[in-house]
């Protein structure tokens, strides 16, 4: 599942830990449930960052189908961040499925429309500006606001 851009990829491998890390909770498998809601929060913050880096390095590379793919961020992260609040309140535990759910959709996501993009900085695809291409992207400060999941910190580009 290899883009490549190895940033990317370290974030790729994170957040499939943190989902695995997440199911072995829920199974009491770690240390019981109580630290259940701290995992996902963890897991919905980190994916929250990594969307934010992808849809910077489209930006720098001037990738074509950057707003299709920034839709599909959305539209998790919505699911993602809608859960996470039914959880804390109380209306709605995780399940096994939903747990499922997101672990087919970073494979699917990472092989499908992240080797897209990844293929269009590498210069594979049409419309590729070799002047542009990243070679890191990350976050520069961790200053995510909780109770703002519109926030996230700053990143950095180096080309």
């Not at 943190?18 to 809601?37: H, Q």
Request: glycine content about 12%; overall charge negative.
């Amino acid at each position: 599942m290899s883009l490549g851009i190895p940033n990317i990829d370290e974030q790729h491998q994170g957040l499939i830990v943190r989902v695995n890390r997440l199911e072995e909770e829920m199974s009491g498998g770690i240390s019981g449930t109580s630290s259940v809601g701290s995992f996902f929060f963890d897991l919905v913050r980190s994916t929250q960052r990594h969307f934010a880096c992808e849809e910077a390095l489209f930006a720098r590379a001037g990738y074509q189908d950057a707003a299709t793919h920034a839709k599909h961020h959305a539209l998790l992260l919505r699911q993602l961040w809608g859960s996470r609040q039914a959880f804390d309140v109380g209306q709605r535990g995780l399940s096994v499925k939903f747990l499922t759910f997101l672990g087919d959709w970073l494979t699917s996501h990472i092989e499908g429309a992240d080797q897209q993009y990844a293929a269009f900085t590498r210069g594979e695809l049409p419309g590729y500006s070799a002047g542009r291409r990243p070679q890191t992207v990350g976050v520069a400060s961790d200053t995510d606001r909780p109770d703002r999941p519109d926030r996230f910190g700053g990143l950095v580009l180096v080309a």
